[in-house]
Nanobody, 124 residues
Framework: QVQLVESGGGLVQAGGSLRLSCAAS????????LGWFRQAPGKEREFVAA????????YYADSVKGRFTISRDNAKNTVYLQMNSLKPEDTAVYYC?????????????????WGQGTQVTVSS
């Protein structure tokens, strides 16, 4: 497993931008597929984006496609989520996740590692 710590959440107006970061500990960072999930109040946790170990492959939920960009810096053991054109419905706690199996991470079940979450609030 890797340990994950998110940062970068906050309060932003609709139409604004935020960049989330997730720092990972562990020497096997490049073995892991990384992703972001979110959970809004009263709703189930949902998949947002994932990125392959090399960074060459990305996958997004339809709700964020074209607005959010996931990237990773393997030299810094960090994954990012750039969020543009934010909407009030993007308000949620955002979680970083890591797994060695791409489909298992996207599915969100039995994922190897989760971060503690960071709050993103978008005001209208």
């Amino acid at each position: 497993q890797v340990q994950l710590v998110e940062s970068g959440g906050g309060l932003v107006q609709a139409g604004g931008s935020l960049r989330l970061s997730c720092a990972a500990s562990g020497r096997t960072f490049t073995r892991y597929v990384l992703g972001w999930f979110r959970q809004a109040p009263g709703k189930e946790r949902e998949f947002v984006a994932a990125i392959s170990w090399s960074g060459g492959g990305t996958y997004y939920a339809d709700s964020v496609k074209g607005r959010f960009t996931i990237s990773r810096d393997n030299a810094k053991n960090t994954v990012y989520l750039q969020m543009n054109s934010l909407k009030p419905e993007d308000t949620a706690v955002y979680y970083c996740a890591a797994d060695t199996v791409y489909l298992r991470l996207v599915d969100g079940m039995n994922v190897d590692s989760w971060g503690q979450g960071t709050q993103v609030t978008v005001s209208s």
